[in-house]
């Protein structure tokens, strides 16, 4: 029985490998977002991420208007958690790249959080890890599937909560040395077979590896694309 092709509108490496390693049939397609929006505070986080893997969905939907395709987005979102962060040895490890502009205030901004992006370079990336450093966060990842002939815009997310071990500087460095860690959000790699930096999780694993699958298949599911 023939299957409607499923495009992945990303290049990302670990969603590549999530969708194998779940059997789908697919062909990775990157999206069109040259710049993408970092989170502002101005929405919750879930619905930031699902907007933006909409919104990577969409970049290409015209060049596929037959196809279902996926988008994706992950964000790591910390002090959604309710820490102190007014606190000054925290606010201190705050990376300078938030997306916090000079009027605003930690206090202001605490129920909304901090979204910690790629790292540009290893300063950036130490900046980060350091902030996670024997704290907990949440990651959220959105999910869309689109297809423009059908007129078909679903989205759904997933939500994991991490705590990253306390690191000292030395095992900081040493991470980002051996693992690389600039294409991920948070600076770190959940699924980092060896030097691992997370000390548990509650929720799914994949979901803060970069995909939710869980939420994915039961729509594919529901369109027959499995």
Known sequence: ??????ILASSSPRRINILKEYKIDFIPVEHKIINEPE???????????????LDKAKSIEDLYPDYFIIGSDT???FNDLGV???HPSLIS????????????????????GLSLGKPKDAASAFSIIKTLSGNTHNVYT?????NKNMQLYE??????????????YEEIYSYIYESKPYDKAGAYGIQDSTNNIV????????????LCIEKLIPLLQKYNLI
């Open 142 to 146: 959105g999910i869309a599937l689109i």
């Open 39 to 53: 989170y502002s505070g101005n929405t919750q986080p879930f619905e930031f991420a699902k907007n933006l893997a």
């Open 93 to 112: 490890s705050l990376p300078l790249s938030s997306s916090l502009s000079e009027s605003d205030t930690w206090e202001q901004r605490a129920c909304q």
């Open 199 to 210: 000390e548990s999780y509650s929720g799914s694993y994949k979901n803060v590896e970069g």
């Open 75 to 77: 964000i790591v979102i």
């Open 155 to 168: 989205s759904a997310y997933d939500k994991t909560e991490v705590k990253i071990k306390k690191l000292s």
């Open 1 to 6: 029985m023939f299957k409607p092709c499923i």
């Open 84 to 86: 102190n962060v007014s």
